[in-house]
């Protein structure tokens, strides 16, 4: 696996635990963005939409994009990826006690 996969697996796993965390589930690409970086990953505005795009592929997220403002929210199998209770291969698994 190459460091860039590496980086998106654990930046997709970061985007989770923060949906998980926000009130609702939800949160918005720009907040994602600045939360990124606390955590070493230092995404473009770009790079967190085609995450996002991607989470929403595999239904781990729900998206709504007004005129290119992103609103996430998590699935109900994200939160269960973000805790740990479930897996998927192309995502960081939390380590336990988070």
Known sequence: MSYHET???????A????LEDAPAYTSNASMLGTQLPR??????????????H?????????????SGFIVATATTRG?????G????????RPRPGR
């Not at 980086?7 to 796993?13: G, L, P, S, Y």
């Not at 209770?85 to 960081?92: D, E, G, K, T, V």
């Open 39 to 52: 955590l070493g990953i230092a995404f473009t505005r770009d790079q967190v939409a085609t995450e996002l």
């Open 85 to 92: 209770i479930a897996r998927h291969p192309n995502i960081q």
């Open 7 to 13: 980086v998106r697996e654990h930046a997709r796993i």
């Open 54 to 66: 991607w989470l929403q592929e595999q239904g781990l997220v729900s998206l709504e994009d007004n």
């Open 15 to 18: 985007i989770l635990r923060f």
């Open 79 to 83: 939160v269960e990826i973000a805790q």
